[in-house]
T-cell receptor, first 110, second 115 residues
Framework: QKEVEQNSGPLSVPEGAIASLNCTYSDRGSQSFFWYRQYSGKSPELIMSIYSNGDKEDGRFTAQLNKASQYVSLLIRDSQPSDSATYLC??????????FGDGTTLTVKP | GAVVSQHPSWVICKSGTSVKIECRSL??????MFWYRQFPKQSLMLMATSNEGSKATYEQGVEKDKFLINHASLTLSTLTVTSAHPEDSSFYIC???????????FGPGTRLTVT
């Protein structure tokens, strides 16, 4: 079992729809959770951090964390073609060990 | 956020030569930097964790004598690919971590092609 699991996709949604990206992790000691966006040929960029159970909203992005279920998700509202990218989930334990998932490729079709 | 620079952004070298890649943290002093490698259409692969003032910690399967890492200051880490071979051709990306939040900020990457 991988430490951080994501559906590889590709996930395809029409423009304007909600894209839902999911991630599960195995280490119950994980305390910090991140979503990164990586455009093809570019390096990843941080888009969301979440540390507590519940929802965290930033513009069109909402991160959701459920530590009991070891589940973190990213919702993208009003998806735009420019959101087409690979989304990486990352978790970090209190000891500072970071693990990335393999990423989910999202395509937003005009 | 944070600004991380990498130099060079791309490099072509002949097989058997060495290449040095620089990673600079421009916004804050980073005690921990990471080096990743990514092959086309594959996931990020952590190569090593670079700790300022001490030896880097390499991931299993990464040859420490081939990939030399020097974290000389709180703002600079270098990766030297020694005796490069065509199979070392890849996208090398560094990141810096803000210790207060564990957020990682990535450099723009260095595309290495070994001919």
């Amino acid at each position: 079992q991988k430490e951080v699991e994501q559906n590889s996709g590709p996930l395809s949604v029409p423009e304007g729809a909600i894209a839902s990206l999911n991630c599960t992790y195995s280490d119950r000691g994980s305390q910090s959770f991140f979503w990164y966006r990586q455009y093809s040929g570019k390096s990843p960029e941080l888009i969301m951090s979440i540390y507590s159970n519940g929802d965290k909203e930033d513009g069109r992005f909402t991160a959701q964390l459920n530590k009991a279920s070891q589940y973190v998700s990213l919702l993208i509202r009003d998806s735009q073609p420019s959101d087409s990218a690979t989304y990486l989930c990352a978790v970090c334990t209190n000891a500072g060990k970071s693990t990335f998932g393999d990423g989910t490729t999202l395509t937003v079709k005009p | 956020g944070a600004v991380v620079s990498q130099h060079p952004s791309w490099v072509i070298c002949k097989s058997g030569t060495s290449v040095k890649i620089e990673c600079r943290s421009l916004d804050f002093q980073a005690t921990t930097m990471f080096w990743y490698r990514q092959f086309p259409k594959q996931s990020l692969m952590l190569m090593a964790t670079s700790n300022e003032g001490s030896k880097a910690t390499y991931e299993q399967g990464v040859e420490k004598d081939k990939f030399l890492i020097n974290h000389a200051s709180l703002t600079l880490s270098t990766l030297t690919v020694t005796s490069a071979h065509p199979e070392d051709s890849s996208f090398y990306i560094c990141s810096v971590r803000r210790e207060s939040s564990y957020e990682q900020y990535f450099g723009p990457g260095t595309r290495l092609t070994v001919t």
